[in-house]
């Protein structure tokens, strides 16, 4: 993989450690918003956004929806296609055409749908070269999974700690419900989910660090998000039905790890989508 190439002129360089180095940056996510697709969201590496050189500059046209960050953003850094291939613009969120729709996700993240209507680029708004930043959009989705696999494992290890601590707590009959062999067997389950999901955390996070291929690391975070997906979802359920009712009450933690847990299933690619990509990469 070639090099990301940054800006040459130290005004956009300037802009871009600006953004960067500021808690507000937001990287914006490939996929636009879809009304017409409510059950199969499009692929997080589709991008429909596009960008159109006119004069010295460009012309930014397109949308992108749950952008984590957004509202607070200084800057965006915008992935749309140029006529040479996918490439990135630094994007200044009060600029004419920019508006951004800002939500709440369901864990609680701070997101908006960002829609650009002709809005007008300097030269210098580019980033790196015109058609050349796909390689570098593939490796940070690479990046972002495999760290969200490692936010995954953490939150499940809480929601296992948490329930085993319930059980062991919570009386039936006159005896902690932890006593009776099928609770076990399923905190058991919980417990040997997580492990799995953490080792194929900790494969991806050493393959995204060191591997030269780029085919390879994508095999490796694929087949993470889908074991880790899969995991967050048995992990979370059983955690919220082991504790009861009360498991989804906003006083309890284990119901806002559920949320997280949820979320993370499906930021980056769900589990449908990663298993599409790992079996297309051989």
């Given at each position: 993989m070639k090099p990301f190439a940054y800006p040459r002129s130290c005004h956009a360089r300037a802009a871009v450690l600006a953004a960067l180095l500021c808690s507000a940056a937001a990287v914006l996510a490939a996929s636009p918003a879809n009304a017409d697709a409510p059950v199969a969201p499009p692929a997080p590496?589709?991008?429909?956004?596009?960008?159109?050189?006119?004069?010295?500059?460009?012309?930014?046209?397109?949308?992108?929806?749950?952008?984590?960050?957004?509202?607070?953003?200084?800057?965006?850094?915008?992935?749309?296609?140029a006529l040479q291939g996918a490439s990135l613009f630094l994007v200044d969120p009060a600029a004419a055409g920019v508006a951004l729709n800002p939500s709440r996700t369901v864990d609680g993240l701070r997101v908006a749908d960002v829609t650009f209507t002709n809005v007008a680029l300097g030269a210098d708004a580019l980033?790196?070269?015109?058609?050349?930043?796909?390689?570098?959009?593939?490796?940070?989705?690479?990046?972002?999974?495999?760290?969200?696999?490692?936010?995954?494992?953490?939150?499940?290890?809480?929601?296992c700690d948490a329930t085993l601590d319930y059980i062991k707590q919570r009386k039936q009959f006159g005896v902690a419900i932890g006593s009776f062999q099928v609770l076990q067997h399923r905190m058991v389950e919980m417990v040997i989910c997580t492990e799995q999901a953490r080792s194929l955390a900790i494969k991806a996070a050493s393959t995204v660090d060191h591997a030269t291929d780029a085919a390879e690391r994508a095999r490796v975070v694929s087949a993470a998000k889908v074991k880790v997906a899969d995991a967050a979802r048995q992990v979370s359920q059983e955690a919220v039905q082991l504790h009861g009712g009360m498991g989804m009450t906003e006083e309890l933690k284990v119901s806002h790890t559920f949320r997280r847990l949820t979320t993370i299933g499906q930021r980056f690619g769900d589990a449908d989508h990663h298993l599409e990509r790992y079996a297309s990469l051989g």
């Open positions: 590496d589709a991008v429909t956004t596009t960008a159109t050189p006119e004069g010295s500059g460009w012309v930014l046209s397109g949308s992108k929806c749950v952008v984590v960050g957004a509202p607070s953003a200084t800057r965006l850094i915008v992935s749309a296609a980033l790196g070269t015109v058609g050349g930043a796909q390689a570098a959009i593939d490796e940070a989705h690479d990046f972002a999974t495999a760290l969200l696999c490692a936010d995954a494992v953490g939150a499940m290890k809480s929601a």
